[in-house]
Antibody, heavy 120, light 105 residues
């Protein structure tokens, strides 16, 4: 069974940092593009970042470019999102999503999400 | 690329045929997916590359379109279909539509 479990969310002050993790199981992690998608409270979905299987291709939304860093460890079946210089508008539930084999940015499996709250 | 969904919300009854539209600000070929999201839950993939039904998704869901205009149709609305639906364009910098909330009439 495919499982994605996010962790690392919490309350952080503006300007602070946080590192999210996503532990994958039930599939060959190294064969799939992975994505982070977030959802602010009561709002719609926003794509954050994608990383290809060998980390060759990495993309970021303009809203997080230069502040967030996506990475993966295929040996540990894990995806990460390092978030620096956090702002109030980064407050959201952050989901990791496995990319479809035919289209890496479409998420066929999603984690349950981890809440990041940026507030003083 | 901007995606505009319409309507932003609708009220419908069980058994109704429901159609949601997603318009892209520029052509995206068939690089579009549709998701269903229920409150407090992660999104669920319904359709990808505009018209391919994801495994396990009921056949009452269908998708059409290419270029800039796309539709998601639920042929006969069921109680479990009341949710919010999002389209997503699937290029290297993907984006989502604003969502359509389907409510019970």
């Amino acid at each position: 069974e495919v499982q994605l479990v996010e962790s690392g969310g919490g309350l952080v002050k503006p300007g602070g940092s946080l590192r999210l993790s996503c532990a994958a199981s039930g599939f060959t992690f190294s064969s799939y593009t992975m994505n982070w998608v977030r959802q602010a409270p009561g709002k719609g979905l926003e794509w954050v970042s994608s990383i290809s299987t060998t980390s060759t291709y990495i993309y970021y939304a303009d809203s997080v470019k230069g502040r967030f860093t996506i990475s993966r460890d295929n040996a540990k079946d894990s995806l990460y999102l390092q978030m620096n210089s956090l702002r109030a508008e980064d407050t959201a539930v952050y989901y990791c999503a496995r990319g479809l084999a035919v289209s890496g940015t479409a998420g066929d499996y999603w984690g349950q999400g981890t809440l990041v709250t940026v507030s003083s | 690329i901007q995606l505009t969904q319409s309507p932003s919300s609708l009220s419908a009854s069980v058994g109704d045929r429901v159609t949601i539209t997603c318009r892209a600000s520029q052509g995206i070929s068939s690089h579009l997916a549709w998701y269903q999201q229920k409150p407090g839950k992660a999104p669920k993939l319904l359709i990808y590359v505009a018209s391919t039904l994801q495994s396990g998704v009921p056949s009452r869901f269908s998708g059409r379109g290419s270029g800039t205009d796309f539709t998601l149709t639920i042929s006969s609305l069921q109680p479990e279909d009341f949710a919010t639906y999002y389209c997503q364009q699937l290029n290297s910098y993907p984006s989502f539509g604003g969502g359509t909330k389907v409510e019970i009439k």
